[in-house]
C-alpha cells in the first residue's frame, strides 16, 4: 500500500535538507574565503560544484526512475548527502570541498528526480499543481530555515563546521520517512519508457522551455547564492534579506495552486518575470532599510518559476515523463555551474572598477554588489520576452489527451 502522505513529507525533508545546502553554504562563504584564502572567483568554482552535481544525478534519475524506482534514487541521496556533509566538515582544502559540495549536488538532484514524478504520478489535475508548488515551497521554506541559523549562529562566532552540521538534521529525517516506503506508478503510458520520453522532448516547445529554465534558474540563484557578499554593504543584513526572500517564496508557493488556477502557468510565468525584473532593478538603485521591501518584490517574480516549469511540463508535454521534468530541471542548475564562477569574476572585475575610480570601505562594497546586480538584470529581462512569446503560443492551445497507464 502506498502511503502518499508519508512519501510527500520525505520529499518535504529531502528538499529541506537541498535548501539547508543552499542557504548555509551562501552564510559561510565569507567564512570559506577568510579562512581558506580563498577570493570570489575560486569560492564560484565551489558553488558551481553544487551546481553540477545537480544536473548529472537529475538526468541520471530520469533515466532510471521507472526502472530502479524512487525509493532506491533516494537511498543514493541519503548517502551522497551523508559523505558529502561529513566530508565538507573534515576537509582543509580547495579541491576538498569542490569534491564535497559535487556530492551534496548529486544528492539534491537525486531529491528532484525521485521526488517530482512522484507527485505528478500520485496526484491529478488542480490537486498536482497544489502539491507541486507545496513540496517546491520547502526549498525557499528551508533557506528561511537555514538563513536565520547561518545568521545567528555567525553571530554568536561559531564555526562554519558547525553550521554545516545542522544540514544532518532534515537528511536522517527523510531517510526514515522514506524507509520501506512503495512509490506510485506512471500514470501516462509513454511517460514509462525512454523511448516515449525521447520523442516528446524532440519537440519545439519543450525545447523552447529549456531555454526558458535557463534564464529563470539564473534569475533565481544569480543574486540569491551570492546575498552575502552583493549586499553586505546595502544597509540590510544580507542574511536577513535571504530569509525574508525566500519566506515570501514559500508563502506565495504554498497558495500557488490557487494562482495557477485563476491565471493559468503561462500568464503566472510572465508575471513573474515583470516582478522580479522590477525588484532586481531596484535592488541596485536603493539602499537602506527599503532594501528589505523590495526584496518582497523580487521574492514574488522568482517564487512561481520552478515549480511552474516543472508543472507546465507534466501538464502540456506529460509523455516526456520523468526524464523530462529531469532534464528541464537539470539544464537549470546546468546553467549555475557555468554561471557561478562568472558571477564570481564579474564580482571580482566589479570590484577592481572601484577601486581604480578611489572607492574603499563600504562605498566599494556597495558599488560592487550594484554593479553586479545590473549586470544579472539581463536574465529576468529577456524572460518578459519568452514568457510573452509562450503565452501567445499556448494561450488558445489544450492540454494534449494521455493515455493512462
Not at 3 to 22: M, P, Q, V
Not at 86 to 109: A, D, E, K, P, Q
Not at 371 to 396: A, H, K
Amino acid at each position: 500500500m502506498i502511503n502518499e502522505k508519508r512519501l510527500f513529507y520525505g520529499s518535504c525533508f529531502a528538499l529541506i535538507t537541498t535548501a539547508l545546502s543552499f542557504s548555509i553554504r551562501a552564510g559561510i562563504l565569507p567564512q570559506l574565503g577568510e579562512e581558506l584564502s580563498l577570493n570570489a572567483t575560486q569560492l564560484g568554482y565551489i558553488n558551481s560544484m553544487w551546481f553540477f552535481g545537480f544536473p548529472i544525478s537529475m538526468v541520471i534519475g530520469g533515466l532510471i526512475y521507472h526502472s530502479v524506482g524512487g525509493k532506491r534514487i533516494m537511498q543514493f541521496a541519503f548517502f551522497a548527502h551523508a559523505i558529502g556533509i561529513i566530508m565538507t566538515i573534515y576537509t582543509g582544502s580547495y579541491s576538498g570541498l569542490m569534491i564535497s559540495t559535487f556530492l551534496v549536488g548529486l544528492g539534491n538532484g537525486c531529491t528532484e528526480a525521485a521526488c517530482n514524478p512522484m507527485i505528478a504520478d500520485a496526484y491529478e489535475g488542480n490537486t498536482m499543481s497544489k502539491m507541486m508548488n507545496r513540496f517546491h515551497m520547502w526549498f525557499p521554506g528551508g533557506i528561511v530555515i537555514g538563513s536565520l541559523v547561518s545568521y545567528f549562529m555567525t553571530g554568536a562566532e561559531m564555526s562554519w563546521q558547525s553550521q554545516i552540521w545542522v544540514i544532518m538534521i532534515p537528511t536522517l529525517i527523510y531517510a526514515y520517512l522514506f524507509w520501506a516506503q512503495d512509490w506510485p506508478k506512471a500514470k501516462v503510458a509513454e511517460g514509462g519508457t525512454i523511448s516515449g520520453n525521447l520523442k516528446a522532448m524532440i519537440s519545439p516547445l519543450f525545447i523552447f522551455m529549456l531555454v526558458c529554465m535557463w534564464f529563470t534558474a539564473q534569475t533565481e540563484f544569480g543574486p540569491t547564492q551570492w546575498v552575502e557578499l552583493i549586499l553586505k554593504s546595502s544597509g540590510a543584513k544580507p542574511m536577513l534579506v535571504l530569509a525574508l526572500i525566500t519566506g515570501t517564496m514559500a508563502v506565495a508557493r504554498y497558495f500557488g495552486g490557487n494562482a495557477v488556477h485563476q491565471f493559468n502557468t503561462t500568464g503566472v510565468l510572465l508575471g513573474s518575470a515583470i516582478l522580479a525584473t522590477l525588484g532586481l532593478f531596484l535592488l541596485t538603485q536603493i539602499t537602506g532599510p527599503v532594501v528589505y521591501g523590495i526584496a518582497i518584490i523580487f521574492a514574488l517574480g522568482v517564487a512561481y518559476f520552478w515549480p511552474n516549469m516543472i508543472g507546465f511540463i507534466a501538464d502540456y508535454i506529460p509523455k516526456s515523463g520523468a526524464l523530462g521534468m529531469s532534464v528541464v530541471g537539470a539544464i537549470g542548475m546546468l546553467s549555475s555551474y557555468f554561471m557561478q564562477p562568472i558571477i564570481g569574476g564579474w564580482i571580482d572585475s566589479n570590484r577592481a572598477l572601484g577601486t581604480e575610480q578611489g572607492l574603499t570601505g563600504d562605498a566599494l562594497e556597495l558599488f560592487t554588489g550594484q554593479e553586479t546586480l545590473g549586470t544579472m538584470l539581463f536574465f529576468p529581462g529577456i524572460l518578459i520576452i519568452l514568457f510573452t512569446i509562450l503565452y501567445f503560443w499556448i494561450r488558445n492551445r489544450e492540454k494534449p489527451e494521455i493515455a493512462t497507464a
